[in-house]
């Protein structure tokens, strides 16, 4: 029997995948698991316990959030990344580093094919057909629920008329939870006009009073919370995400164009993300100088939008990486952050490389690196080329 990996996660539409694979394709059933930092033991333990239930050959659990740390959100901190200003790009990222994770794992088994769940309407199925088509152009990529057009009770039907009658309820909300962030979509994301009630989040408010919290940087890593050191960057932000999420930090509800060209919604709460992003901006702009940040933030929205749209092994992704990379050099230093419950505010930073020097003067009150005359000088002549430009056209206005 020919060899297929399917990328799998346990639900419904990749549980059906498992046993058509096998019943109807007639293949031997690969099912990796792909953990980027978003499931707990238990949940991994219940997963292969289904997989193998399903009748897979093997089931394979890649843990992978250092790599994923390493090559994507370092630079989602580097480049202050925020789809729309707004998402950080949480859920997406993850189902495109999968991807490249489960293709790497293809190879290296040497299969013919190559599946995943996901239905024709989303983004989800672009991005691993295009990371595989690129990846691996001589295996044969297999989408049932795609190429079907099932439904969720079509599905059932299948299970439960091959053997598996197992109990697939449908969540009010559907939650994918991430090292980077937790995506929510319900009802109220269908719509353009409502937003998720408080019960949908998964992380309840249980922090209401205000607290400090100290982030240090070091060349625009995350390296230290509230003094506390971390062997491995992931860890900080999973301590940031402890801290913060009580709080209710970092909901909202992000609309955006899709890769098939529809408008589409989704909540999220990412106290993690959205703290060390803003810090690290903050940071950046006491350290960088006006033409660093300007280009920066020129980069930040297509390395957003490709990473998005599941273009990550273009090769210009390395070019802009290698700019953010080498910006960061100066970026070392303490932020504050003042939490409070739903919202945060940016009290400062300490850095050695602040370049706001009081020994260079104080903003609006007094200088120590040139005179008034020298100002005054500046100005006419900074105001010279559109001086010149309005006294010709006012002049043949006149006319």
Known sequence: MEKVVLAYSGGLDTSFCAVWLTKVKNLDVHAVMVNLGGFSDEEIRKTEERAYTLGVKSFEVINDEDRYYN?????????????NNTYPLSVSSERVFQATAIAAYAKKIGAKYIAHGSTGAGN???????????????????TPIRDLKLSRNEEIDFLKENGFDIDFQKSQY??????????????????????????????????????VLELQFVKGELVAVNNETFDRPVQAIQKVQEIAQPFGIGRDTHVGDTIIGIKGRVSFEAAASLVIVKAHHLLEKHTLTKNQLMIKDQLSIPYGNYLHDGQVLDPVMKDIEALFTSSQDKVTGMVKVQLFPYYFSLIGIESENDLMSCKFG???????????????????????????????HESKAEV
């Not at 989800?124 to 990846?135: G, K």
């Not at 609006?364 to 006294?391: C, M, P, V």
């Open 124 to 142: 989800d199925q672009i991005r691993f057909d295009t990371i595989f088509q690129i990846m691996l152009p001589e295996v044969e990529i297999i």
């Open 174 to 211: 559907s939650i994918n939870k991430g090292l980077w962030g937790t995506s929510v979509g319900g009802k109220e994301t269908l719509t353009s006009n409502q937003t998720l009630p408080e019960e949908a989040y998964p992380t309840q408010v249980t922090k209401t009073e205000p607290e």
């Open 71 to 83: 090559d994507c959100i370092r630079y989602l901190v580097f480049g202050n990344v925020l789809k």
């Open 362 to 392: 104080t903003y609006g009150e007094i200088n120590k690196t040139w005179t008034e005359q020298d100002a005054k000088g500046f100005s006419k002549i900074y105001a010279n080329a559109l001086s010149i430009y309005h006294q010709i």
